[in-house]
């Protein structure tokens, strides 16, 4: 009974991750073609959620946005040209006035900021590390992209399997009534043994029945993930490996404060932040522009519109300084929030830091242990396999109760179960790492073995 309760608990357990998966992350609809059955691997269950992620296109349109307050910044650093052009018609103009009936004007002028002690320069540099900031955030969001259909699909592959697990389970109880019926024919068997195998028998069938609910619960989340209809016959490729790498704890650590995108983001904004700072310090100062303009100006008492003998050409070319002298603190104001906004940027970095950190550590010691646990769970199956092969035979010759058959099969489908959980944790886990390295581990040539 303890057997068939723990056997129960694990079924239980690959429901409440499946459950748990379908609110993980939400994507968007991509428009794949539609195939009669779809074979769906790792590889390709990531590449469809990054196309179909909604997600991930609002931190495209971020990225674009913060390019476009890039571009305008940057537009202070060069020249400023426009026209300018009016005709008037003075209706109530007298000959003792002095006024004409008709005035005319079109001119060109350009401004080109000189110098403004780093107000303009500063300010590009903040927007360009805001620009850098969102892309590596965009890149965050891909990796919390692929760590999630990574989920989905790991937990559909794991309910796959416990169905296969109870399917075989159910099938050995049915050898086992044959090997009851056989020893039924010899009058060794009392009737309260038949009832009983019969019982057992039965009571595989709902366990079989809620594991495959299960793995087509499991599949409709992968569906969702990928973006396939629900009525989209789908089918797992590939299945969990058995080995796996030691990695080197301090290397991770490494390629974490190199690679991880989140942190990127932030010390790029950190960088924002203080180019900010020292553009709002320097309109504290003087800007010193130089301009020119050039245009006809003219009247006549005539003619609307205006001959070459009724205007005048003027041209002019010179600097202009503006000169900050009291604006109500309005400067003092920004530049404290500018201050205020870089030190909330670098105590953000060091707190998200932290939690990344922590977060490796735990996956990196779980991913250790649950290795060492597969190695154990490998030689249980075996051992349980071995045992319920010789208790079956033990069985038909009449050495052994129907209670220690039965115990024995139970035995072998639990740690059956057990192997697939573990494997299940061990790539959930291994999936963390290498989305708090970004991947990295594979692409930049660090050692990963210890």
Do not use: C
């Not at 009669?36 to 959620?49: F, G, H, N």
């Not at 028998?201 to 969702?224: G, H, I, S, W």
Request: net charge negative; no cysteine; hydrophobic share 40%.
């Amino acid at each position: 009974m303890d057997n068939e309760r723990e056997m129960k608990k694990q079924i239980a357990f690959i429901i409440n991750v499946s459950i748990a998966a379908v609110f993980t992350f939400t994507v968007i609809f991509s428009g794949h073609a539609q195939d009669p059955v779809l074979q769906i691997s790792l590889d390709e269950t990531i590449k469809r959620a990054l196309e179909s992620s909604e997600e991930l296109k609002i931190k495209e349109n971020e990225v674009s946005k913060t390019q476009g307050v890039y571009r305008e910044v940057r537009s202070g650093m060069l020249p400023h040209i426009s026209g300018q052009s009016f005709w008037a018609n003075n209706i109530e103009s007298t000959r003792e006035s002095g006024l004409k009936d008709y005035y005319e004007s079109f001119g060109v002028s350009a401004t080109q900021v000189v110098w403004s002690f780093g107000k303009v320069m500063h300010a590009v540099n903040s927007a360009k590390r805001a620009v850098e900031a969102s892309k590596f955030n965009r890149q965050a969001g891909e990796q919390e992209i692929i760590y999630t259909a990574k989920l989905s699909y790991y937990s559909s592959l794991l309910a796959k399997n416990a169905l296969s697990i109870t399917e075989k389970s159910y099938a050995n109880a049915l050898e086992n009534k044959k090997l009851l019926g056989q020893r039924s024919y010899g009058g060794r068997s009392p009737k309260y043994e038949i009832i009983r195998m019969n019982a057992e028998v039965a009571a595989r069938v709902p366990t079989v029945n809620e594991a495959r609910t299960q793995f087509d619960a499991t599949l409709e989340t992968l569906k969702k993930v990928i973006d396939v209809s629900s009525e989209r016959n789908v089918e797992l490729v590939g299945n969990f490996q058995e080995k796996y790498e030691k990695f080197n704890y301090e290397q991770l650590v490494d390629a974490m404060h190199t690679y991880e995108p989140s942190l990127k983001s932030l010390g790029k904004i950190i960088e924002s932040t203080e180019s900010k700072v020292k553009s709002k310090f320097a309109a504290f100062f003087p800007t010193v522009s130089a301009f020119t303009s050039w245009s006809y100006f003219g009247g006549s008492d005539v003619h609307s519109a205006l001959t070459g003998n009724d205007v005048d050409l003027s041209s002019f070319v010179g600097l202009k300084v503006d000169i900050p002298i009291w604006e109500g603190g309005a400067t003092q104001a920004q530049l404290s929030q500018s201050k205020a906004d870089r030190e909330i940027a670098i105590l953000r970095k060091k707190q998200v830091e932290k939690e990344l950190l922590l977060e490796l550590k735990k996956a990196f010691l779980e991913y250790e242990q649950y290795k060492e646990n597969l190695k154990a769970n490998i030689e249980a199956v075996d051992l349980a396999e071995e045992s319920f092969k010789q208790t079956q035979e033990m069985f038909a010759s009449g050495q052994v109760t129907l209670t220690d058959l039965n115990d024995a099969e139970l035995l072998l489908t639990n740690q059956r179960l057990n192997k697939e959980m573990t494997l299940f944790y061990i790539n959930m886990t291994l999936a963390k790492i290498e989305k708090l390295i970004a991947g990295q581990y594979d692409e930049k040539d660090i050692n990963k073995k210890s």
